[in-house]
């Protein structure tokens, strides 16, 4: 069996060189590791430096992006708006006036008491006798555009 064994030595870039025999015998050579020392830190390769700057500075943080286009260009029309109301919209439901969902920027979806903004697609439905679609309009979707430009 080979002795038992190790040896250490500095090289010129500050690593340390061990060699480690085992206690096994073996044909190969002894092995040769590179060490950090504890004093030094690693070198900063141009590389690992801009990874480490892409992963820290550069990393954007997700933010929600509010369409300045509507998304139902065929309903900015306040009477196109209207009109979806006054042909299907069932009379059994109480809510608020169609009147009022239209100047709000909704139309109706035909289906239920489901209605649509033509700015920003929020879908409403479950209508209320002493609701208020302006309010319902900007508590669901206060960033539409359509009503900032409205409500203010």
């Avoid at 090289?11 to 190969?28: L, V, W």
């Avoid at 504890?38 to 390769?45: G, L, V, W």
């Avoid at 209207?82 to 009022?100: A, C, I, M, N």
Wanted: proline share 9%; glycine share 6%.
């Amino acid at each position: 069996m080979a002795g038992q064994g190790s040896t250490s030595s500095m090289d010129a870039s500050g690593f340390a060189k061990h060699s480690i025999q085992n206690d096994i015998e073996t044909d190969s050579v002894p092995s040769y590791y590179r060490l950090w020392e504890e004093k030094s830190p690693p070198p900063a390769t141009p590389t690992y430096r801009r990874s480490i700057e892409q992963e820290i500075v550069l990393a954007p943080e997700p933010q929600k992006v509010y369409s300045l286009q509507p998304l139902y260009p065929e309903y900015v029309g306040y009477s196109t708006r209207l009109k979806t109301f006054k042909d299907s919209w069932p009379r059994y439901l109480r809510g608020p006036k169609v009147e009022d969902m239209a100047r709000s920027g909704l139309f109706y979806s035909q289906i239920g008491d489901k209605v649509v903004c033509f700015q920003c697609g929020l879908g409403l439905k479950f209508w209320e006798p002493n609701d208020c679609a302006y309010k319902e309009h900007a508590r669901f979707s206060p960033q539409c555009k359509y009503v900032k430009m409205v409500c203010g």
